[in-house]
């Protein structure tokens, strides 16, 4: 009985763990577009003045 509650929590850390590194992807991704758009921006300003 001990070991499946072992096998238990290594399981639940490890969704734990993709799933934090999914979110930690997602967000790096939403910042590359975020300082992208800045820059495009930027270049529009540049264009326009």
């Known amino acids: 009985m001990k070991s499946l509650c072992v096998e238990q929590v290594t399981v639940g850390n490890s969704v734990?763990?993709?799933v934090a590194?999914?979110?930690g992807?997602?967000?790096s991704?939403?910042?590359d577009v975020k300082k992208l758009r800045a820059q495009l921006?930027?270049?529009i300003g540049i264009v326009r003045s």
């Open 16 to 18: 734990i763990l993709t």
């Open 41 to 43: 921006h930027q270049i």
């Open 25 to 27: 992807h997602e967000k």
């Open 29 to 31: 991704k939403r910042d």
């Open 21 to 23: 590194v999914l979110v």
